[in-house]
């Protein structure tokens, strides 16, 4: 998407030169206005080559205006060059025309996140570097390459001057906006994709004519411009090294989890977006019959947001759910903690920068609550457990809630396990999470409340009939042999058991 974004831009771009320098001839007026249309469909940050396209019509209105004070007598009748700015205000309204459709989608895309401004130094330092080397350098690699390329743009501005003045404007104003609307996170810098042209023109421009002036023929001044690329290209090799070998910078796999999805068609499922930008990468892998639901819509608020996601869940069995970007989108995590408080967590897994999660729905049998009074470790207590059913099919879910307290403050982290196993005693499936999927830690429980803590177990597809155990315990979050030991039952367990499930 931000590949085509920048061909858009710059094919617009030059389609606009073209329609500039050879008559303003309606065929270049009709490709210009097709491709600022498909630039806005694009991606919502294509507005900004407007502001870009506005400057190249000053510029060139500039070079007319100077060839007419210095040629007055040709002032006889109304030049055709003037009414250009008109011309092309019309095309740029009627690519709008255009895009209204999508406006409602483009105004969701674009609402409901915090600004978020880095230091103005800091942030063109990494503008620099991102458009140099993209995301495959990291800010304390290779500070002296960036500063090379620093000189070299330097360098082009104090001996190029006016040849430089629409890459200038083509790198500077984008950037400007990213700061200006709060994007300056670096997963916003791939929003530089569409200054990327206009960037290389300004290195270029560093370079001189290379037929008028060979650097090998000319002083040592000319020559440090090409001493100073051969250094950037250096620099740009071990960035494409880490690009394909380095797995630290490896895009998360939509196409894998879109696959997972489909595997799945046959149940009544949903999926939900945490961050609506997810829609139009996601889409594009995935042609299943799920419903897509990228949430939140606009500002969060949960007087909205918590309806949709009780809605959504009532109409479906199974969520998956890709969590990325939600720290810009839903920093109050307010879609996670719904989820994690009103239905079952069954399983969460990392794919690149993307959390894939699947939520099981309350089953329409209900949970039959069993009073307990189980003592771990002297710190944490169990109150009550609740299983939805105690027979099941391969694949399903098994859905249990928990109500834990403490009777002080906790000072270290404890994850819960279920375990189910076999005769042998074998795991054969098992969920390890934080209470409430990891939205209520038990450092942060409050003597005396009550704690609601929701799991979902899923069963293998090739898992046999028969009878199996759950095995319920808690460890230390980062040392999973330290389990809490039960005080108050006969034995020296480190697990409850909760009963047994009937696999048919």
Do not use: C
Not at 82 to 97: F, I, K, T, Y
Not at 273 to 281: C, F, K, R, S
Not at 300 to 319: F, G, Y
Not at 354 to 383: C, W
Request: aromatic share 14%.
């Amino acid at each position: 998407m931000y590949a085509l974004l920048a061909l858009i831009s710059t094919l617009s771009t030059l389609t606009l030169f073209r329609w500039l320098n050879d008559g303003r001839r309606w065929q270049w007026a009709v490709g210009y206005i097709l491709l600022s249309t498909a630039g806005l469909y694009i991606h919502y940050f294509y507005p900004i080559m407007f502001v870009v396209q506005g400057v190249i019509i000053l510029s060139w209105l500039s070079r007319k205006f100077i060839t007419l004070v210095f040629a007055p007598l040709k002032l006889t009748a109304e030049p055709k060059w003037s009414r250009v700015p008109a011309m092309w205000l019309l095309m740029v309204g009627l690519s709008v025309v255009l895009y209204l459709p999508w406006v409602p989608i483009f105004l969701r895309q674009t609402t409901g996140r915090s600004p978020e401004r880095a230091a103005i130094p800091s942030f063109l330092w990494d503008s620099v570097r991102w458009m140099t080397f993209g995301q495959t350098i990291s800010g304390k690699e290779l500070i002296w390459v960036t500063g090379a390329v620093l000189l070299l743009l330097i360098w082009a501005l104090l001996t190029k001057g006016r040849r430089v003045i629409v890459p200038f404007f083509g790198v500077v104003l984008p950037v400007a906006a990213m700061y200006l609307a709060g994007t300056t996170n670096p997963a916003f810098f791939k929003f530089m994709i569409i200054s990327i042209p206009f960037f290389l023109m300004w290195l270029a421009a560093s370079l001189g004519d290379f037929k008028r002036t060979p650097p090998i023929k000319s002083n040592f001044k000319n020559i440090i411009p090409y001493i100073l690329v051969l250094v950037v290209l250096g620099g740009m090799l071990i960035s494409l090294r880490n690009l394909y070998h380095d797995p630290a910078f490896a895009r998360a796999d939509y196409r894998a989890m879109a696959a997972a999805i489909t595997t799945n068609e046959g149940e009544n499922a949903g999926i939900i977006l945490n961050a609506p930008n997810q829609w139009e990468v996601f889409t594009y892998y995935y042609q299943g019959d799920f419903p897509v639901y990228p949430l939140p819509k606009g500002q969060p608020d949960p007087l909205i947001i918590e309806p949709q996601l009780a809605e959504i869940a009532n109409n479906h069995e199974l969520l998956y759910v890709l969590y990325w970007g939600d720290e810009q989108r839903d920093p109050q995590h307010i879609v996670e903690n719904w989820l994690d408080t009103n239905t079952f967590k069954a399983s969460e897994s990392w794919v690149g920068d993307v959390r894939f999660v699947i939520y099981a729905t309350p089953d329409e049998s209900g949970e039959q609550s069993i009073p307990l009074d189980i003592n771990f470790g002297d710190k944490i207590f169990l109150h009550s457990a609740a299983i939805t059913r105690n027979t099941a099919a391969p694949g399903d879910i098994i859905q249990l809630t928990f109500e834990w307290s403490s009777e002080e403050l906790l000072e270290d982290r404890y994850k819960v396990f279920i375990h189910l196993i076999d005769q042998d005693g074998e795991i054969i499936a098992q969920q390890d999470s934080e209470p409430a999927g990891g939205t209520i830690p038990t450092i942060s429980w409050r003597p005396g409340d009550i704690i609601v803590d929701k799991h979902g177990v899923v069963l293998p597809e090739t898992i046999a009939p028969g009878e199996y155990q759950l095995l319920l315990g808690l460890y230390e979050i980062n040392n999973p042999s330290e389990r809490l030991p039960i005080k108050n039952l006969a034995g020296n367990q480190d697990y409850f058991n909760l009963g047994s499930i009937v696999i048919e």
